[in-house]
């Protein structure tokens, strides 16, 4: 044991001597073990395909009168509004998903026992596109596309014998009137805030499944029997359709949305001279006040050429437009690429 031990010490000093006599050398060769190890490298991020985001908006209005001499009525206003968003992207493959809802009422103490509708609409689009090329800006699509709204709108509210408030002279409800479109067509996209999308092959519905006769003739639905006054509840089309998007962002708390759609039917014609297309041209302006407050400016123009507004001649296709200006607590959830 004690030659063992003489042994181990023996070659510690000559070790040591060595590495006192070249250090550099020492070093050199430490350096050298060191540069030539194997460096493990990071995983590849995993690529990601699908993106989403979801923005909830809440608008909120109350007034309270108590012995006001100018008058008025006590009211409460309530607005909702859901985007969703739901984006695949891979290689020359595109599939993007969008649903936008919006319902908003208000209770005035003069009608205290109805809910009188401010803004109502639920709008999908779903847009499949393939790329002509990986450098092209210009993609093959098939878009398909439904607006409806969620519940009754009545055009005036009269009292019955207690005194109490009704809806009277039904102007649209669930599924009455609905537009339904499948397109196929090509998209340019030349930037990233703008794309226009032909789609010279385009079947739609519309749809007015009340079975008022007066909703449906309002809509232009195909007459059954003109003497009973009786009309279908779907006018199938067919046509062109051009559909346009942009959007601007000043900076980051202000940007701009629109949306032009027109369409032409190769099939039905307008019951009365005019311009035969039908237009739908939506605008959204926001300005982000803070993280969780917001003005919105939201508007709508339509032009339909089917549409009557009291059955006389010279009163169809008339341009239809709407605005609703709020101030918003807003919620947004994305994922991030």
Do not use: H
Request: with cysteine; net charge positive.
């Amino acid at each position: 044991m004690k030659r063992f031990v003489y042994i181990f010490l023996a070659l510690g000093t000559v070790c040591s001597s060595i590495y006192a006599q070249n250090p550099a050398a020492a070093a050199e060769d430490a350096a050298k073990k060191i540069a030539d190890a194997p460096v493990a490298e990071a995983p590849a991020p995993k690529p990601v395909y699908w993106t989403t985001s979801l923005n909830v908006d809440v608008g909120f209005n109350q007034t309270g009168l108590v012995n006001w001499a100018a008058g008025g009525y006590n009211t409460v206003a309530l607005a909702t509004s859901i985007d969703g968003k739901v984006n695949y992207a891979k290689e020359l493959t595109k599939w993007d998903n969008r649903l936008q809802m919006d319902y908003g009422f208000l209770w005035s103490a003069d009608k205290a026992n109805v809910l009188q509708k401010s803004t109502d609409r639920f709008y999908l689009e779903s847009k499949f596109a393939y790329k002509t090329r990986k450098d092209s800006k210009w993609d093959y699509t098939a878009g398909l596309d439904f607006k409806s709204q969620f519940s009754d709108t009545w055009g005036e509210y009269k009292k019955d014998e207690y005194d109490l408030y009704y809806g009277d002279n039904l102007k649209s409800t669930f599924l009455s009137p609905a537009y339904l479109n499948l397109a196929l067509g090509m998209q340019w996209t030349p930037n990233e805030w703008f794309n226009i999308n032909l789609a010279p092959l385009t079947g739609g519905m519309v749809i007015c499944l009340d079975e008022r006769n007066s909703l449906r003739k309002t809509y232009g639905m195909p007459v059954i029997d003109a003497d009973a006054g009786t009309y279908k509840p779907v006018l199938f089309q067919f046509g062109a359709q051009v559909k346009a998007n942009a959007k601007a962002a000043i900076n980051d708390k202000f940007n701009v949305e629109t949306q032009v759609v027109l369409f032409y039917d190769y099939i039905n014609r307008p019951k009365y001279p005019g311009f035969p297309i039908r237009v739908n041209w939506d605008n959204k302006i926001n300005w982000k006040l803070s993280k969780l407050f917001k003005i919105g400016l939201s508007t709508w123009l339509i032009y339909d050429p089917f549409v009557a507004f009291d059955g006389v001649t010279g009163n169809f296709g008339k341009v239809q437009f709407k605005e609703f200006l709020s101030v918003n607590f807003t919620w947004t959830i994305a994922n991030k690429k």
